[in-house]
């Protein structure tokens, strides 16, 4: 058969003269997905006109954030630059030097983004901040005391309830009870604020620090994600339940309505100390579709997970895995749309401590296809870019206006690059590079 791909007039002529019967028209689907349909079969087909308005995107600019001396987040206390910049693709070199700010003493790294202004619990724990990042100063916007619950700066887990609603949760001083507070972003004002309901399993003494919390609009539910933990020597070698929980929340009355427990062997979830103030560990794909990133505890290391729950559903899928071939701790995802997934991820090489570090030069990019279950390793110049040291923070940023990737890495060999992929070539170009010295953490995506 003849195949040539015509448009719909075209082919609406070779129908209405009795020409189609070899020819094909290809058509592309809202999904991505490219279908094949023989002309003589156009009466089965179903034209919409597309009234969709296009997407318009405010004008941006990116954030560069780098620490010196060593990787940063979780609380290691190092100098943190932001300088900003308005393109990462051009082959230029970065230098931090009298250019940017340092912000580690008053305000921390791990925030929230929206629009063109940040969000957090600055260092002093006492209040909300409003900032924004402007001629490579932090400016304040707007303040907030602490009204009844307070947070410590660092470890807290946030949503999104609407544009201009934002709900921060964690463990209250004592780790035995989990708090919640409503913000006003515009003025920040507290607009509510409480506690959960959900208590201390018997035999356990304390909650994860801040667990993860993710919203779904379509029904108006939270799901907080979190474990009980029993107290050990020190912070790092407490106890915690085999399982963890998925608390299905009223978004508008906080009631917690179910209390689930995830029943396959998964440790937790990625990012239960600092919720996603450093990376994304939860995405919804196009169907409604939840999915998190969680790991388990192996007598190797720590191996990644892709849980789901499904739409209308208020527990994991049994048995299901979205991160194949797993060699290490996954550590980020970002949902780039059509079942495409980047994420971060570290090579634990069978347990070998030395991969495991926050400096160690074992964390590397790869897409995720979750539609055909594959994993592929992101690749310059025909060879794999080389590992990456730095755990804690989000080093790549997706640009939907542009459809590309900014992706930043710290090899062993090389001074900190930033390279660009382009999602729908599956191109990977080199863009800026950091001057040696300064240890890459964070793009960031912000609004003019």
């Given at each position: 058969?003849?195949?040539?791909?015509?448009?719909?007039?075209?082919?609406?002529?070779?129908?209405?003269?009795?020409?189609?019967?070899?020819?094909?028209?290809?058509?592309?689907?809202?999904?991505?997905?490219?279908?094949?349909?023989?002309?003589?079969?156009?009466?089965?087909?179903?034209?919409?006109?597309?009234?969709?308005?296009?997407?318009?995107y405010a004008p941006y600019h990116f954030d560069l954030v780098v620490t010196i001396g060593k990787q940063g987040g979780m609380g290691r206390n190092v100098p943190t630059i932001v300088q900003s910049r308005d393109k990462l693709s051009e082959?230029?070199?970065?230098?931090?030097?009298?250019?940017?700010?340092?912000?580690?003493?008053?305000?921390?790294?791990?925030?929230?983004?929206?629009?063109?202004?940040?969000?957090?619990?600055?260092?002093?724990?006492?209040?909300?901040?409003?900032?924004?990042?402007?001629?490579?100063?932090?400016?304040?916007?707007?303040?907030?005391?602490?009204?009844?619950?307070?947070?410590?700066?660092?470890?807290?887990?946030?949503?999104?309830?609407?544009?201009?609603?934002?709900?921060?949760?964690?463990?209250?001083?004592?780790?035995?009870?989990?708090?919640?507070?409503?913000?006003n972003a515009d003025d920040m004002r507290v607009i509510d604020e409480g506690t959960l309901s959900t208590k201390l399993l018997d035999g356990y003494d304390s909650f994860t620090t801040t667990g993860i919390v993710a919203y779904r609009k379509?029904?108006?539910?939270?799901?907080?994600?979190?474990y009980n933990k029993k107290a050990g020597t020190t912070s790092m070698n407490a106890t915690n339940e085999p399982n963890f929980h998925v608390a299905v929340i009223n978004a508008e009355t906080m009631a917690v309505e179910q209390d689930n427990?995830?029943?396959?062997?998964?440790?937790?979830?990625?990012?239960?100390?600092?919720?996603?103030?450093?990376?994304?560990?939860?995405?919804?794909?196009?169907?409604?579709?939840?999915?998190?990133?969680?790991?388990?505890?192996?007598?190797?290391?720590?191996?990644?997970?892709?849980?789901?729950?499904?739409?209308?559903?208020?527990?994991?899928?049994?048995?299901?895995?979205?991160?194949?071939?797993?060699?290490?701790?996954?550590?980020?995802?970002?949902?780039?749309?059509?079942?495409?997934?980047?994420?971060?991820?570290?090579?634990?090489?069978?347990?070998?401590?030395?991969?495991?570090?926050?400096?160690?030069?074992?964390?590397?990019?790869?897409?995720?296809?979750?539609?055909?279950?594959?994993?592929?390793?992101?690749?310059?110049?025909?060879?794999?870019?080389?590992?990456?040291?730095?755990?804690?923070?989000?080093?790549?940023?997706?640009?939907?206006?542009?459809?590309?990737?900014?992706?930043?890495?710290?090899?062993?060999?090389?001074?900190?690059?930033?390279?660009?992929?382009?999602?729908?070539?599956?191109?990977?170009?080199?863009?800026?590079?950091?001057?040696?010295?300064?240890?890459?953490?964070?793009?960031?995506?912000?609004?003019?």
């Amino acid at each position: 058969m003849k195949k040539i791909i015509l448009t719909l007039m075209a082919v609406m002529a070779f129908c209405l003269n009795g020409s189609a019967q070899n020819y094909v028209m290809k058509v592309t689907l809202n999904n991505g997905d490219v279908k094949e349909i023989p002309a003589n079969d156009i009466t089965n087909v179903t034209f919409v006109k597309d009234s969709s308005t296009p997407v318009e995107y405010a004008p941006y600019h990116f954030d560069l954030v780098v620490t010196i001396g060593k990787q940063g987040g979780m609380g290691r206390n190092v100098p943190t630059i932001v300088q900003s910049r308005d393109k990462l693709s051009e082959g230029a070199t970065v230098d931090f030097k009298n250019v940017g700010a340092e912000i580690n003493s008053t305000y921390t790294m791990e925030t929230i983004l929206k629009g063109k202004y940040y969000y957090q619990v600055p260092v002093s724990s006492d209040r909300f901040s409003k900032l924004q990042f402007k001629g490579n100063q932090m400016e304040v916007v707007q303040e907030q005391p602490f009204v009844s619950n307070t947070y410590k700066s660092r470890n807290y887990t946030h949503a999104w309830l609407n544009d201009n609603t934002l709900l921060l949760m964690a463990a209250n001083g004592g780790k035995d009870a989990i708090v919640w507070t409503k913000l006003n972003a515009d003025d920040m004002r507290v607009i509510d604020e409480g506690t959960l309901s959900t208590k201390l399993l018997d035999g356990y003494d304390s909650f994860t620090t801040t667990g993860i919390v993710a919203y779904r609009k379509s029904d108006n539910k939270l799901f907080y994600f979190y474990y009980n933990k029993k107290a050990g020597t020190t912070s790092m070698n407490a106890t915690n339940e085999p399982n963890f929980h998925v608390a299905v929340i009223n978004a508008e009355t906080m009631a917690v309505e179910q209390d689930n427990i995830n029943t396959d062997k998964v440790a937790e979830m990625a990012g239960s100390a600092y919720g996603e103030l450093l990376q994304q560990t939860v995405f919804f794909d196009e169907d409604d579709n939840l999915y998190l990133a969680a790991f388990d505890k192996t007598s190797v290391g720590e191996e990644g997970k892709l849980l789901r729950i499904k739409k209308g559903e208020y527990n994991f899928e049994a048995g299901y895995n979205g991160f194949p071939n797993a060699d290490g701790k996954l550590l980020t995802v970002q949902y780039l749309g059509n079942g495409k997934v980047f994420i971060y991820s570290r090579f634990d090489d069978g347990g070998n401590k030395k991969n495991t570090a926050i400096d160690s030069y074992s964390h590397y990019y790869s897409l995720l296809d979750l539609k055909a279950g594959t994993r592929t390793r992101m690749s310059f110049n025909g060879a794999e870019i080389p590992y990456s040291s730095g755990r804690f923070a989000q080093r790549s940023a997706y640009a939907p206006a542009e459809n590309k990737v900014y992706f930043g890495v710290n090899t062993e060999t090389a001074a900190p690059s930033v390279y660009v992929y382009d999602v729908a070539t599956g191109n990977v170009s080199k863009g800026v590079d950091v001057v040696e010295g300064y240890y890459f953490e964070q793009i960031r995506i912000v609004e003019d």
